[in-house]
């Protein structure tokens, strides 16, 4: 793809991105897993963030994640694309009496922060959307501090390749800004790409049935009926790679990738 292309490409995306959690904001304040989903608890057990720490949040939306760590650290900053977050997150700030945390408008792949600004950059449940992510966790990795850590959260896609295709295809078909859902191996490669080294690397099972897995999206609308069609499609060995039948319903078979590494 040419450079100009590939600009616009982005662009798309990052406008994507911005429309369906612009329209959703309030309901990924209020959902559950990603208020004190598992998965955030053991981010922070496994970064044992430090009272004196500086921490940006990259893709911050409302906030759950910058608003957990405040607590154990000296500031943070959630930084987000969309703008129609701030509200979000500045009501979640006040309801939790956080006043050491502050929202920022900004590009994951145009962090607006010096060179080894913060101690702590996180991102949780949010990489999947990002146009490029080696790009991203380049840039991330520079606002880091040396001896800084980076810490990541993010659904993994299985292992097989259609399997892989199936999985970011469903995840597509829900939500049009999703982009890529990469593998534990190709996760492994981009955090040394960037001159990272690996402190701890988990993956932790996530299942969930599929209409609660499709809020913010109405089980009725054109987004299910899209999934519905990709999973009838869908031979049953494969299909058996990512949902599950059980007597109440589909299980999605969802995993998520815990890393934190070092610069």
Not at 54 to 72: K, N
Not at 143 to 169: S, T
Request: charged share 25%; proline share 8%; hydrophobic share 45%.
């Amino acid at each position: 793809m040419e450079p100009r292309e590939r600009r616009e490409a982005d662009r798309q995306v990052k406008e994507a991105v911005r429309q369906f959690f612009s329209r959703n904001a309030e309901a990924y304040a209020q959902s559950p897993s990603h208020r004190s989903g598992a998965d955030l608890e053991r981010l922070i057990a496994l970064l044992r963030p430090d009272p004196a720490w500086r921490v940006l949040d990259v893709a911050t939306a409302a906030g759950h994640t910058a608003l957990s760590l405040a607590p154990h650290v000296a500031e943070v900053v959630g930084l987000d694309l969309t703008p129609e977050m701030e509200p979000v997150f500045q009501a979640e700030a006040r309801a939790r009496g956080i006043t050491n945390a502050r929202f920022c408008v900004g590009d994951v792949e145009a962090i607006p922060f010096p060179d080894g600004h913060f101690d702590l950059v996180t991102t949780r449940r949010a990489a999947h959307h990002f146009p490029d992510i080696p790009r991203a966790v380049a840039e991330m990795v520079r606002v880091l501090r040396p001896g800084g850590r980076l810490g990541v959260v993010d659904m993994v896609a299985p292992g097989d390749p259609d399997a892989a295709d199936l999985f970011n295809g469903l995840e597509k078909a829900r939500d049009a800004s999703h982009q890529r859902a990469l593998g534990l191996a190709e996760w492994q490669q981009v955090i040394a790409g960037a001159g990272l080294r690996i402190l701890t690397l988990e993956v932790q099972a996530d299942p969930v049935p599929l209409e609660r897995w499709l809020y913010p999206v109405p089980p009725d609308g054109p987004e299910a009926a899209r999934v519905a069609a990709l999973l009838a499609a869908a031979p049953p060995a494969l299909r058996a790679q990512v949902v599950e039948e059980t007597g109440s319903g589909l299980l999605y078979r969802k995993h998520r990738v815990i890393l934190v590494a070092a610069k």
